[in-house]
């Protein structure tokens, strides 16, 4: 469910592969972005990843159906699946090759945690985001370090629990990403960052990145026990079994009350 390219440059493109699911995040896919990250970071010839996806969307978030299937499971499971997840988040965000983000396409829920854990994310111009797991009884737990390290708490905080959705110009307001352009200038908007780091050391490059990660926010093993308590913790809530079923059955959850 993914694609991993290397160009004779070192330059490696990872690509969330479920375009007929908006490259929405299931087990599978899940698995196999963490395990494309463990081979990256063990290729020494590759320099710099572009993160992209496949399709109309970027990624439209966790797969409801596999969530649904977790939250049905027992607590041994919910707990796997939620360290899985949160476990190919870090993997990503601690690659020592620099990460561009390429979101060509709508990102929601994990989707922006996605763009959150590159070192830098380029958007199309016409494209929509949303942290909205609060509207299915959820939380964003897992990416919550990652968003929060991105965005500060105070920007986080205008989008982090209403579920509303906003452009790619507030999208570079609030940090999410660095620029947002026209869709026929994003690969050339991708190139530009991805081409300086073509003339540097590349040991260097990953010192300097694990160095400005050690100086932000801390993101260590505590934080993320946190997010994954988090997350279990709304999986076995009343307010998450409503909001996903309400999903499918297409119909409003029991606390919409907007007109």
Not at 61 to 70: A, F, H, S, V, Y
Not at 85 to 94: D, E
Not at 127 to 146: D, N, R, S, V
Not at 163 to 180: I, M, N
Request: proline content about 4%; charged content about 20%; overall charge negative.
């Amino acid at each position: 469910m993914i694609d991993l390219s290397v160009d004779d440059r070192g330059v490696a493109t990872l690509a969330l592969a479920r375009p007929e699911k908006h490259n929405a995040l299931s087990q599978a896919l899940i698995d196999d972005l963490r395990d494309a990250a463990a081979r990256i970071a063990a290729d020494r010839d590759i320099r710099v990843v572009v993160l992209a996806g496949q399709g109309p969307s970027f990624c439209a978030g966790g797969d409801l159906g596999w969530m649904r299937d977790q939250m049905a499971g027992d607590a041994e499971m919910k707990r796997a699946a939620a360290q899985s997840i949160a476990g190919m988040l870090g993997a990503i965000n601690t690659l020592p090759q620099p990460v561009i983000g390429r979101v060509h396409g709508n990102a929601f829920g994990g989707g922006v945690g996605m763009a959150c854990v590159c070192d830098i994310a380029i958007a199309a111009d016409h494209i929509k985001f949303g942290l909205t797991e609060t509207k299915l009884g959820l939380i964003p737990a897992t990416i919550g370090p990652y968003v929060l390290a991105r965005l500060g708490e105070a920007h986080a905080r205008r989008v982090f629990m209403s579920s509303r959705v906003f452009d790619a110009a507030e999208a570079v307001t609030l940090g999410v990403v660095a620029k947002a352009v026209p869709a026929d200038d994003l690969d050339a908007a991708v190139e530009a960052e991805v081409a300086p780091y073509l003339a540097c050391a590349p040991g260097a490059v990953a010192a300097a990145k694990a160095f400005a990660r050690s100086l932000g926010p801390v993101i260590d093993q505590g934080t993320v026990d946190r997010s994954v308590e988090a997350l279990i913790a709304q999986w076995n809530g009343d307010e998450a079994a409503e909001g996903i079923a309400a999903f499918f059955e297409k119909r409003k959850p029991a606390w919409n009350t907007a007109s």
